[in-house]
């Protein structure tokens, strides 16, 4: 087995093009195992593709290559990069995919760049001999991406494939502020397929002592140990780090027409 | 090759959640096979994923490692088990959503238990020496289920996972009755995606001789042998060993408005 | 690793249909490699089917296995065969669901029918010897075309499985014809997961110069090199080799009201 290569894309699962870019892969690298991790995000949606990739990547080997492939602007001038990290190495455009990937191995520079620290490394893919030819000018998922993963996979070298680069593309994302009071106030970053509502609020932010959970005029005290606890609204550490809204048995989406971007505010009990 | 794992969840595949658990299994087990069955089961639909893993499993090797996670007392006091038997060993919650395997190996005791015969064995999984640690409260698919089925699949001792059990809880499942006139009354218990009847009644349980089948006020006469034998409603021995009624080039489902539970009684013809 | 095997089906992702075929093709060959190419095809849907396996199958190895399962009319006298060509095996009902590999190697003898040419061969599947028994009167995914292609990726000889077919059944597709003024009067042929429009005119049929597009109404001035290139509707030859029309950031299909068939006109600038 030579490596493990995941596939992060908007193409849906109804069309061939997620399974063009694996015969593309297996053709060159037979014995890669492929992993889907999502195809059902929304077309273009880079945000959520990006939150996506980081929540599952750390579970993987880090010799895993993560295909991330959400591109609006392909085929235009943005660049297409390859992340190596010691978490795991990473194939999409420079777009903004990877941001909760590079956060964890930079310092900002500008809201919308990042500077990549020494753990990490960056290259452009820059060097045609490896892309599968014809190139089309509106799917580089199969024709550059795919092949650049199925040879990072066998273990070709980083420098075969660009010139480094030393700052990426990152979305400004929202991040939960400190208020005077000791309160914290985040967002709705992710709503899931259960309609569970994931903040951008980590644990380790969280005021330590009893707290209650205000959002879209509710307010829920304490933090609950699993999505059984209570018929009602409750607030849980969720499997991704960050605290989560959720109702046993239902959708908190559908049940407060929660929607990204909402107000969450962390209090410390009185 | 170390084996094969199937996954049966209710997550969806918009997120990364299965991904995540395959991440676990393959940095514990890099060789083995992961076949989805279906992860689109109804947030919470117990019943439904008991009957998709019960119609496919005898189509897989008997060393094959079926994992069904659909949970939501997940965190709760619920066990967790693994079932080994000779088709197949499998890893979920205690909740019934083994409940189609276990009616294979086991005497009932009481409407939601059921005694395991001696073909068959379970232990709850109760070491944490497997778990993938920190173990979230609600995500126990990918911290407990996950890293127990990668190691059962490379071929770890039952024992090792926790201490013996005897009595499993099942789902009450509606059963075909003989009426004292000969004919059988059983109920649709499932929907396919082709809006194809299965009904809960089997091959063996039909009335021997030429049967006409009533449900929603339709009288089909006679068996089918093949859903192109005619453009209206036809009944068949379906492929899971069940009877069927189905719609040539249509859904039943909708044609009839049919639904789960609904009343179906195979007559003997006059 | 004992080949490729992909799979194209109707059969959805929610029940344990496409589960169950895999189970029986690993169980006669366990090391395969198994790629879903889409599932979603709609029910009896044999041209979507056709068209989307004829977009990717050139991507995959040579040796790959391609299961087409779109079988309105299983249990019927339809025939189920083998096609063998240098790009791949398929394999699936004589319904048309191959029409698009056919074409590749055909002459066309009558709207509906393909004589083969030598470059390719094609057996009907009869000798029962291979099948997954009993075989069902409703899957014949499960118990006749899975265990051929498990048997047919490790290596088996065509003629194992039955006798040689000349003749094949296709699709009537509709094809773009050159007007005498020059300009090509193309059609819709599929829509995909993004709401694109995707023609039956090939590049090699455009005519050389700078062209205009019409349809329902508009009138898009030049080929555009990709997705990005305006906020309006955008024409460019597509990844699967056709004209296609293009919204950047939205669905045609949507903004236009689009549908199969629908006529495209193609015209030199003056």
């Known amino acids: 087995v030579a490596g493990i290569?995941?596939?992060?894309?908007?193409?849906?699962?109804?069309d061939g093009y997620v399974a063009a870019m694996k015969g593309v892969i297996l053709g060159l690298n037979p014995d890669v195992r492929l992993v889907d991790i999502s195809h059902q995000v929304p077309p273009g949606d880079i945000g959520r593709a990006a939150f996506?990739?980081?929540?599952?990547?750390?579970?993987?080997p880090g010799s895993t290559v993560h295909l991330a492939v959400v591109d609006p602007g392909v085929g235009t001038s943005r660049r297409a990069i390859i992340l190596q990290t010691p978490d795991g190495s990473f194939i999409?455009?420079?777009?903004?995919?990877?941001?909760f990937v590079i956060e964890n191995y930079c310092t900002p520079a500008g809201e919308n760049m990042a500077l990549l620290s020494q753990e990490a490394m960056a290259v452009e893919i820059a060097k045609r001999r490896f892309f599968h030819e014809p190139v089309s000018s509106t799917f580089h998922g199969r024709d550059i991406f795919a092949p650049v993963a199925a040879l990072l996979a066998i273990g070709a070298p980083l420098a075969d494939?660009?010139?480094?680069?030393?700052?990426?593309?990152v979305l400004p994302c929202p991040r939960p502020q400190k208020e005077p009071d000791?309160?914290?106030?985040?967002?709705?970053q992710y709503i899931d397929h259960f309609g569970n509502l994931v903040t951008d609020i980590r644990t380790a932010q969280l005021p330590s002592g009893r707290v209650s959970i205000e959002l879209l005029g509710r307010v829920i005290s304490g933090l609950g140990?699993?999505?059984?606890?209570?018929?009602?609204?409750?607030?849980?550490?969720?499997?991704?780090g960050y605290l989560e809204v959720a109702l046993a048995g239902g959708s908190v989406e559908t049940f407060l027409g929660a929607r990204l971007g909402d107000s969450v505010i962390v209090r410390l009990s009185a």
Chains 1, 2, 3 share one sequence.
């Open 5 to 14: 290569i995941t596939l992060t894309t908007d193409f849906g699962l109804d």
């Open 182 to 188: 000791g309160s914290v106030r985040g967002h709705v």
């Open 52 to 60: 996506i990739l980081g929540s599952v990547y750390r579970f993987f």
């Open 225 to 240: 140990h699993n999505y059984a606890d209570t018929g009602e609204l409750v607030a849980v550490i969720g499997s991704s």
């Open 161 to 169: 494939f660009g010139p480094r680069v030393d700052s990426l593309l």
């Open 92 to 99: 999409g455009p420079d777009n903004g995919v990877l941001t």
